[in-house]
C-alpha cells in the first residue's frame, strides 16, 4: 500500500488509512499574548454590554471592541462596519443571538423573543462573520458571564492541540 500525504496550509488529508482522512490544521501563533488579542464581541441589546467591557478590560485585554446589535439593517451595517475595521483574532456571539440561551426572556425594546426571527437573524450574522473575518475564531457564548471562559475554551483548546 503506497502512503501519500496531500498537504496544503490549511488540511492534509492522509490516504494511509482505508477511508481518507482529513486532518484540519490548527495552529495559534505563540508570538500573540492572550492579552494582545483582538476581540469583537457582540449580542442583542445593549444592556449587558459595559459589564462585558469590564470583566475582559479588568484581566487586561486591551484591543476589545463590544457592543449591541439588534435584528434590524442599521444594525447590520453597524455590524459590518465592525467586522471590516481590522483582523479579528476573536469574534464572540452572545447566547442570545446564537440561540443557547432560549429561556432567556429579553426585556429591552428592539430586541426580539420570536425564536423562529431569532435563528433567521443568528443565521445572517453568523454568514457575515464568516464572509468578512475568515480567519478569526469564533466563540459561541453559553451566557452574557462567558466571554472570557468562552475565549479561553476556544483558544485554550487550539493551544493544546499545537
Not at 495559534?28 to 457582540?42: A, M, Y
Not at 462596519?81 to 429591552?108: M, P, R, T
Request: net charge positive.
Amino acid at each position: 500500500m503506497t502512503r501519500r500525504l496531500i498537504t496544503s496550509s490549511l488540511f492534509s488529508i492522509n490516504k494511509n488509512f482505508s477511508i481518507p482522512t482529513l486532518i484540519i490544521n490548527r495552529a495559534v501563533s505563540s508570538t500573540i499574548g492572550l492579552n494582545d488579542l483582538k476581540i469583537l464581541g457582540f449580542g442583542a441589546g445593549n444592556k449587558p454590554v459595559p459589564e462585558a467591557r469590564k470583566s475582559l478590560a479588568e484581566k487586561g485585554y486591551n484591543n476589545i471592541k463590544i457592543f449591541g446589535i439588534y435584528n434590524t439593517k442599521e444594525s447590520d451595517q453597524e455590524l459590518i462596519a465592525a467586522l471590516k475595521e481590522k483582523q479579528w483574532d476573536v469574534v464572540a456571539i452572545g447566547s442570545y443571538v446564537n440561540g443557547f440561551d432560549q429561556a432567556a426572556h429579553y426585556q429591552e425594546k428592539g430586541v426580539s423573543t420570536d425564536r423562529t426571527e431569532i435563528l433567521l437573524w443568528f443565521n445572517r450574522v453568523l454568514n457575515l462573520v464568516h464572509e468578512l473575518a475568515p480567519k478569526s475564531k469564533i466563540v459561541l457564548l453559553k451566557s452574557p458571564h462567558d466571554l472570557f471562559d468562552g475565549i479561553q475554551r476556544i483558544l485554550g483548546v487550539e493551544q493544546k492541540q499545537t
